[in-house]
């Protein structure tokens, strides 16, 4: 993986000023500028390809999923898995009269002919950026941080793109900047990273892959400085989480302050000179910000693992010769134990839940019941985030979808992609 030096972070100004979408050897920073409504207005078409292959009465394409442009994108890899199988069925029955069934009306005679979809290769199932160069992959902090490590896990050559946000490393990717983002879901210590939950929803991204990362932290102070010294521990939240009872343990139950990153912390320390303050972050980061490690793997358990999401613009093709993994997220309006009902739509057929996350519904946060005897009450509203073991290639899992739409307002699939099936070991990575 090649890095983009501590020094050589870009703003998300000068992305805005960029006339062409090449790498600029800068940290990316927050724009005010939705990139997301930009990029909507750019390409607000519908791809031929795509409706295509979409079945006209396909539960998937009516009712909560298909509704939007979002929804459909989302559909997408679903949708042309099944084609793929209509498709080697209508070749063994013969004919382009069985392609007209499939989607409902004369589809070949209504797309002009250099619209045609592209036959499937070997590449669409590869990580290979389209532009033939070294894959661009966007992640939030500064290098040294743990998510350019998962980014070095996940895209072995890529060329790391340190951005300051989260929000940015999706726009890098909107905007084409970055071909990937490599974001961090969920630690095995700290639980979910909801923010990222969030902006899966606000931005139509697809998940394409997962790695997980032993997080090995250490604590970091100035050449000289002794344990002693310090008054104030600096670094992500998750990771002052992460080893709060070590901290303790070390006789540092000092002030802790959260900032935006772990090497963000460590450069912050150098940057400044801070003889009475120390960083959590990783050996790598000690290594570029010319800090002493004055505590050594200080999370509060050795089995310190992170789980990141890679995403893309398009979702990948999912198979089913390897494990695979389906993330959702849906809602309801209406009904009784729907979140009984949707979960045993995977129970029945076998399916492993591997994770279930609850968000507020921002949109409708808040549903009002009144009776006249007792008064009004009030009830939360929620997004429901599941990640299941199946592919949607897989026909369990679709007839699973089919029957959770039934039950819900809304659905849509975040990515169906291969799991990381990483022999474990909590050894340091970073
Ligand atoms: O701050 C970093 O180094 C990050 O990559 C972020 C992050 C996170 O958001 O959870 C990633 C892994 C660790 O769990 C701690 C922090």
């Known amino acids: 993986m090649q890095s983009l030096a501590p020094s050589s972070t870009i703003s998300m100004k000068s992305i805005m000023r960029t006339p062409s979408p090449v790498p600029t050897p800068h940290r990316l920073a ?9 990029f909507d207005s750019a390409s607000n078409t519908t791809n031929p390809a795509v409706s295509a292959a979409v079945p006209s009465t396909n539960n998937l394409s009516s009712g909560g999923v298909g509704k939007s442009r979002t929804d459909w994108q989302s559909s997408c890899a679903i949708l042309a898995s099944k084609v793929v199988s209509q498709q080697q069925n209508t070749e063994k029955t013969g004919g382009a009269d069985n392609i007209t069934v499939v989607n409902g009306h004369k589809t070949l005679d209504l797309v002009p002919i250099d619209n045609l979809p592209k036959p499937l290769t070997i590449t669409d199932l590869s ?17 040294g941080a743990y998510s350019e490590a998962a980014a070095g896990k996940a895209y072995p050559q890529c060329e790391a793109i340190p951005c300051d946000q989260f929000e940015v490393a999706f726009q890098a990717v909107e905007l084409w900047i970055a071909d990937r983002a490599v974001l961090p879901v969920e630690n095995s210590l700290g639980g979910s990273i909801h923010r990222n939950y969030d902006l899966l929803l606000r ?15 250490c604590l970091l102070a100035l050449p000289g400085v002794r344990k002693e010294y310090i008054n104030r521990v600096i670094s992500h939240p998750q990771a002052l989480a992460q080893c709060e009872l070590t901290l303790t343990k070390l006789g540092l139950n000092i002030t802790r302050e959260a900032v935006d990153d772990t090497a963000g912390a460590a450069e912050f320390v150098a940057a400044n ?38 995403l893309a613009r398009e979702p990948i ?15 309801h309006d209406k009904g009784t134990s729907v979140l009984f009902k949707v979960l045993s739509a995977f129970a029945f057929r076998n399916i492993s839940l591997t994770k279930i ?74």
Do not use: C
């Not at 927050?30 to 930009?38: D, E, G, L, Y």
């Not at 991204?205 to 997080?215: F, R, S, T, Y």
């Open 203 to 217: 931005h139509r991204l697809h998940i394409v892959g997962e790695v997980q990362l032993p997080v090995h932290h």
């Open 273 to 310: 000179n801070l003889r009475d303050t120390a960083a959590i972050a990783s050996a790598r980061a000690a290594d570029l910000y010319n800090l002493n490690i004055l505590a050594d793997g200080i999370q509060d358990d050795s089995s310190n693992i992170t789980r990141f999401v890679m």
């Open 127 to 143: 990580p290979a950026p389209m532009h033939g160069a070294q894959i661009r992959v966007a992640y939030q902090g500064v290098p």
């Open 317 to 331: 093709i999912p198979r089913t010769d390897r494990p695979f993994k389906t993330s959702i997220v849906f809602a």
């Open 30 to 38: 927050f724009t005010i500028q939705s990139a997301a409504s930009r």
């Open 357 to 430: 996350e609850s968000r507020p519904h921002r949109n409708r946060p808040i549903r009002l019941v009144d009776d006249a005897n007792v008064g009004t009450a009030k009830h939360f509203e929620y997004m429901f985030y599941v990640d299941f073991e199946a592919s949607m290639a897989d026909v369990r899992a679709q007839n699973a979808l089919a029957e959770v739409q039934e039950f819900t307002s809304f659905l849509r699939v975040l990515g169906s992609y291969p799991m990381d099936m990483t022999p474990w070991s909590p050894s340091r990575e970073d």
